[in-house]
Structure formats: structure tokens, C-alpha cells
Nanobody, 119 residues
Framework: QVQLVESGGGLVQPGGSLRLSCAAS????????MGWYRQTRGTLRDLVAT???????NYADSVKGRFTISRDNAKNTVLLRMNSLQPEDTAVYYC?????????????WGQGTQVTISS
């Protein structure tokens, strides 16, 4: 079973920056895509950004130019740098990974970390 452990998040003022990190672990696995989604109460979980093993990135329009996703394939970690944060970025952020574990496909989610933008 693939486990994702997140760190980062917290409270920051509008215009500030935060960094989220996520590490994946399992006995035997390979990850294709890692990324971040976010969710506010009463809404669906929305894409923030993803990155493939080859480094191809995909961003939600609302975060383009402000957020940067990066990945360390050797360490199975993904990092989300968030700049120019706005109140509408407030949400629970979830790490995501998909790939193969013990030759079976998997989709895994982290436990979520709260990001709050407020003055």
C-alpha cells in the first residue's frame, strides 16, 4: 500500500508564500504522476497541479504563474511552491500519486493539509 505523507501548509497573509511537500512510500512501487488537489467545504476536490515522471506539468488556470510544482523521482517526493497567495486559495490541500505498486495500479491520497490565507 502506497502512503503519502504531507508537510507544510498553515496560515499566511494575502500576498504571502507557502511550501507544501509530500513523500510517497511503499514496499515496491513506481509512480507515474504526482500532484496536488484542493478542496473547500461543500465543493469537489479540484486539481491544483500535477507533474509526471518525465517532468511534464499541468496547472489549474487559477494558479498559473503563482504556483510551481516540482518532483524528485529518486526520493519520490513532490513539492508545491505557492506564491502571491490569495484568500481564494484557502482550502485543504491533498497530495496525490498514481502508478503501480507490486505490479498493480494504484491511486493514493495524502491526509490533507490546511492552507489558510487571511489577514
Amino acid at each position: 500500500q502506497v502512503q503519502l505523507v504531507e508537510s507544510g501548509g498553515g496560515l499566511v497573509q494575502p500576498g504571502g508564500s507557502l511550501r507544501l511537500s509530500c513523500a510517497a512510500s511503499a514496499s515496491t512501487f513506481s509512480i507515474n504522476t504526482m500532484g496536488w488537489y484542493r478542496q473547500t467545504r461543500g465543493t469537489l476536490r479540484d486539481l491544483v497541479a500535477t507533474v509526471t515522471t518525465g517532468g511534464t506539468t499541468n496547472y489549474a488556470d487559477s494558479v498559473k504563474g503563482r504556483f510551481t510544482i516540482s518532483r524528485d523521482n529518486a526520493k519520490n517526493t513532490v513539492l508545491l511552491r505557492m506564491n502571491s497567495l490569495q484568500p481564494e486559495d484557502t482550502a485543504v490541500y491533498y497530495c496525490y500519486a498514481e502508478g503501480y505498486s507490486d505490479y498493480l495500479p494504484f491511486h493514493a491520497w495524502g491526509q490533507g493539509t490546511q492552507v489558510t490565507i487571511s489577514s
